[in-house]
T-cell receptor, first 113, second 110 residues
């Protein structure tokens, strides 16, 4: 069974540019989560989708971040415009309905210059 | 105060040693706890869930102490391949979102 995949694996952009990260969860997983780890800090929750609906977006840092999950399959996380402090590793995780066990993707390493 | 706190280490131990990590949590309403392992530049992978009764998986033993609000991970007979960062995590409330500690780095040496 394929795991959670994320694209791109790395992205280097300049401050003010736009970047879109993609996550493909494990097939059949209703729950999809985005997390972020910035340098030297812990992995922090950003938001949670149940199918196509945003269940919890309490961790989104500000309105420069927009997440979507149209059709309840893959999800995108857009950062527009990117700032220096957005640099970090963005992880996606998915899980089956009702399960606490989340499976993480390999992450996207974002560097904003 | 961080919701989940860990000693960042590093813990440098010889192969074959026993090593223990503790993690404290501040929210008494947290209902589930986990240990994840993260290798350098990789994603976190679930190592084990943690129960009040304690649970063991081979060389790994996890324990939850709700009264003192900490969880522990014991690794016996350390292997070189155990070198990694160990993250503790909790779930509080619905939605099953994870709250992580910063991780404890373990280096097992010859």
């Amino acid at each position: 069974e394929a795991g959670v995949t994320q694209f791109p694996s790395h992205s280097v952009i300049e401050k003010g540019q736009t970047v879109t990260l993609r996550c493909d969860p494990i097939s059949g997983h209703d729950n999809l989560y985005w997390y972020r780890r910035v340098m030297g800090k812990e992995i922090k929750f950003l938001l949670h989708f149940v199918k196509e609906s945003k269940q919890d977006e309490s961790g989104m840092p500000n309105n420069r971040f927009l997440a979507e999950r149209t059709g309840g399959t893959y999800s995108t996380l857009k950062v527009q415009p990117a700032e220096l402090e957005d640099s970090g590793v963005y992880f996606c995780a998915s899980s089956q309905r009702g399960s606490e066990r989340g499976y993480f993707g390999p992450g996207t390493r974002l560097t904003v210059l | 105060r961080k919701e989940v706190e860990q000693d960042p280490g590093p813990f440098n131990v010889p192969e074959g040693a026993t090593v223990a990590f503790n993690c404290t949590y501040s929210n008494s309403a947290s209902q589930s706890f986990f240990w994840y392992r993260q290798d350098c530049r990789k994603e976190p992978k679930l190592l084990m869930s943690v129960y009040s009764s304690g649970n063991e998986d081979g060389r790994f033993t996890a324990q939850l102490n709700r009264a003192s609000q900490y969880i522990s991970l014991l690794i016996r007979d350390s292997k070189l391949s155990d070198s990694a960062t160990y993250l503790c995590a909790s779930i509080t409330g619905g939605g099953n979102k994870l709250t992580f500690g910063t991780g404890t780095q373990l280096k097992v040496e010859l």
